[in-house]
């Protein structure tokens, strides 16, 4: 089989908006974007000089691939409507990283997954040269096409089962939407004493960038929970009193830590 | 009262290091190190162009400051032992977020804290004048001394009350220790899966730059705890059975965000 060259966008949210203008500025041509809001299937479309659409029957017919990326409940339905109109035979992938590739089998021949490993915003721009992209598919032929596909646009490309890539989706919940909790717990902490929260800034890049730099998280973690200094965790704690729901995040991570370096 | 243009340090660790070598390298005359270990003491004397000791009646005693940066625990110990050599009316200030300035009051006539919100390790670099440091003291002439001295290695320095500088420690707990955890279980899970840690980098950085370059954490949170996407969250923690830390911390947190944002 050839190269992809034409794709179709399920989808216009911030993983469709990032994929589709990195595809498209790598050469792809964009036949089509569906979304059930046409305001931002329109949107989007004029970024990738596409048609926009609002109905799933109105999506191009001859799309070398139909990139699904919606929310992962709605993966399901979105695949039986283009069956419906599209038939078996075309070239399915969804993003998500928790959703089965598997998801596809009773409905089509060919297909895959097609994962990017970050957190997208539309309005914030994202190297994407560096996003690792995951793939799965249903035969060596089509791994290697979407292998082939993200290669144009990331040097991070690997391929990944299911049960692999749902560990890594999990641990990227870890890495992204609880570390994101931890920092707004400490704007709360700071934003009631009126300190500026700008003054942790410098230690939550430090923080990162030294992981993203080689250190290794298990082998550097500090703090009074490792060392087991009662004094300040009850200092910590007593400080905490007001604010309950830190409190009890403070209490069970502390406690992991202790755990874990017993 | 003039310029500080002579220091001791009192410590050999990271903190000590990094300070001795950036007010070192800003021209400040280093008089002594002293470490209860001698090598620890040398190493960084001969750094810093210093005698070093491991008495603390080996300390130089004509210091223009003072430095003390040693655990916690230890400051109210270095402190009476200082004073009984040294007398009451040298300048002396401690490096610790927690540790009130008043632990100081009953020995010296003179003193703060000089606190940098970051986290260090000797062996890596750091962007000195991005660190913020809190100035605390007990008198205007002793602050601005301080400020100063403070000023001629860092662009961010603020004074804080000991209060709030205990309330800002907290907050760093928050966004250093407890993320590193957040990076040090997902580090176990992908590695139980022999998936390499390397893929989360990228996600790491991004989560972390987002707010560094101006997000407010509150305002960005993503994720299925958010969203109350019971489907993904049950069906992470079914993947989290076998490691029922990971799992703890995932529920407790889950629990938290979905009723921040009742």
Request: aromatic letters at 8%; charged letters at 25%.
């Amino acid at each position: 089989m050839g190269k992809i060259k034409s794709i179709s966008l399920i989808g216009s949210g911030n993983v469709a908006t990032h994929l589709g203008i990195a595809l498209f500025e790598a050469g792809l041509k964009v036949d089509s974007v569906y979304s059930r809001n046409i305001d931002h299937a329109k949107l989007l479309g004029k970024i990738l000089n596409s048609r926009f659409v609002d109905k799933i029957a109105d999506i191009s017919y001859d799309s070398d691939l139909y990139l699904i990326s919606v929310n992962d409940n709605a993966v399901k339905d979105i695949t039986k409507r283009l069956s419906d109109i599209l038939g078996y035979n075309i070239l399915v992938v969804h993003t998500s990283g928790m959703v089965s590739s598997e998801i596809f089998k009773a409905d089509f021949n060919n297909y895959g997954v097609f994962y990017p490993l970050q957190t997208f915003r539309k309005k914030r721009k994202i190297d994407i040269v560096e996003v690792p992209f995951l793939i799965t598919a249903n035969s060596t032929d089509i791994e290697n096409k979407l292998y082939e596909l993200a290669s144009r646009i990331s040097n991070s490309v690997n391929f990944m089962s299911d049960s692999k890539r749902k560990a890594l989706h999990v641990a990227a919940v870890f890495v992204n939407n609880f570390t994101n909790f931890m920092y707004s717990l400490s704007e709360e902490i700071v934003g009631k004493e009126k300190i500026d929260f700008d003054l942790l800034k410098p230690l939550i890049k430090e923080t990162a960038m030294k992981v993203y730099e080689g250190e290794i998280p298990s082998q550097i973690q500090t703090g009074p929970a490792i060392r087991n200094d009662h004094n300040t965790i009850n200092s910590h704690l007593d400080y905490l009193e007001n604010n309950q729901v830190a409190k009890e995040i403070y209490e069970v991570i502390t406690k992991s830590i202790v755990e874990k370096t017993k």
